[in-house]
């Protein structure tokens, strides 16, 4: 990073009032996913495997429209940092509009090619066909996650990751009782998990939305869908997806390739992939702050303290990936009896842990600098540079000769080239642009 000013009064207290409710908020979700993962992996190793590609296919549009969330929050806080607060709630509902809309479009054609895209993945029969009943229910909940999305990027554009923080962790909780009492108490096994999600799903988003609204009234903004507001909500949407894209393609690339080694490494890699996540959801937190922060002060043409907050909280990134990544390398013998009893699948894990514990610091870096960069709405840089590093990274990934070396190609190839092209932008002055 270039030489940055000192840090001025307050600096780490303003990123620490955005930053800790984010964190909360996001390793809440990771957490109950953990929970989710137990209960699932109880019922046996092929519907841990079902899990596995099940929530690959949903990660997969959750990312690609995670814009909906990093979008509007980068272009409500530029606003709010303007001082035109109307304004911004305006733009926000106009991203819940198009969450709705996309949600609608995504399941639709989710559904209509539900048996295709299981079979992509070339996992065996079982663990398909226990996949397909579990997407065939949980589609229902990717409107309502989408406008979880949008609604949490509006409260973040405004300062407030308390409001998420609150709604997440008591729908994450009803997540898992519904759980609990569908797949055991019930008796619908992997279904049961499914009908569970999206019942929490459901409540969770309208808790959102209700907020979002209720502020939108207060400050006499537009509710009604706007047709050139939800177009150009999505157009300045589309670098994230590509943006986007590359991350999930990647994330495909380790799905397939896991899969291609047989169902024990399939199994392993979900466990491997939800540990990762959880990880990599608690390392966002500060990113969240970066988001928020860097188009609030981007907005109000105050471009020195972005500098400050960048360099400060790029430290912070590296600090927490030490620290994560330290816990995890402890952790690593232990935490796979959490999931499954499978001997297999236990003497499998411990080395890909390790390898995704050394990877930790980058980690820590590469989200801090990816949202601030996000927050400054520099969409098309990280579209170009993802690309990139994807095309760099594939043929590592389709070259790699076990689960553990295929976590190593991640690593390096993947995680490796975002930070080198991460810090390369940072350290320059393009992306700070100022004004609303």
């Given amino acids: 990073m270039s030489t940055t000013p000192t840090p001025r009064p307050g600096t780490d ?58 979008g509007t929050t980068a272009s409500v806080a530029r606003q709010i940092g303007a001082g035109r607060t109307s304004a911004a709630l305006t ?15 995504a399941t639709g054609v989710a559904e209509a090619f539900l048996h295709p895209i299981v079979g992509a993945f070339g996992a065996p029969p079982a663990a398909s066909a226990y996949a397909v009943t579990y997407l065939r229910i949980a589609l229902l909940g990717l409107t309502p996650l989408l406008v979880m999305l949008a609604a949490t990027g509006v409260l973040r554009g405004l ?15 009803a997540n898992v009782a519904l759980n609990l009492a569908l797949v055991y108490g019930a008796g619908l096994g992997i279904a049961g998990s499914a009908w569970g999600s999206v019942l929490a799903q459901v409540g969770s ?25 939800i177009k150009a909500a999505a157009t300045a949407g589309v670098p994230l997806i590509i943006r986007t894209a590359t991350l999930r393609a990647a994330l495909l690339l380790m799905t397939y390739g896991a899969a291609r080694f047989g169902e024990v490494p399939l199994a392993a890699m979900q466990l491997t992939m939800t540990v990762w996540l959880f990880l990599a959801f608690a390392l966002d937190a500060i990113a969240i702050a970066a988001q928020a922060l860097t188009g609030r002060y981007l907005g ?12 400060r909280m790029t430290r912070w990134g590296l600090v927490s990936g030490i620290v994560t990544g330290l816990g ?25 842990l390790l ?23 520099d969409g098309r840089y990280l579209a170009l540079a993802g690309t990139l590093v994807l095309i760099a990274f594939a043929p590592a990934a389709l070259l790699a000769t076990s689960l553990t070396w295929l976590w190593v190609a991640f690593c390096v190839a993947f995680m490796g080239g975002r930070a080198v092209v991460l810090l390369y932008r940072a350290r320059g002055s393009a992306w700070m642009a100022l004004g609303s």
């Fill in 328 to 352: 995890l390398a402890a952790l690593s013998p232990f935490l796979g009896r959490l999931f499954t009893s499978d001997p297999a699948v236990l003497d499998l894990l411990v080395p890909v």
């Fill in 91 to 105: 733009q926000g509902i106009d991203g819940i509009w198009l969450a709705i809309l996309v949600g609608l479009g």
């Fill in 205 to 229: 988003a309208a808790a959102l939305a209700y907020v979002v609204v209720n502020a939108a009234r207060r400050h006499h903004a537009r509710l009604a869908p706007d047709l050139p507001g």
């Fill in 300 to 311: 109000a043409g105050n471009g020195a303290d972005v500098r400050v907050i960048t360099d």
């Fill in 355 to 377: 390898v995704a514990a050394l990877c930790q610091p980058v980690a820590g870096v590469v989200f801090v600098l990816d949202g601030v960069l996000i927050g400054a709405g």
């Fill in 13 to 70: 207290r303003e990123i620490l009032r955005l930053a800790i409710p984010a964190f909360f908020a996001l390793i809440s979700e990771p957490l109950f996913l953990l929970a989710d993962t137990a209960i699932v992996g109880h019922l046996g190793t092929a519907q841990l495997g079902a899990l596995g590609i099940a929530a690959a296919v949903i990660g997969t549009v959750m990312s690609l429209c995670v814009f909906l969330a990093y």
């Fill in 159 to 173: 300062q407030d990751t308390r409001t998420p923080l609150a709604v997440a962790v008591v729908g994450n909780a």
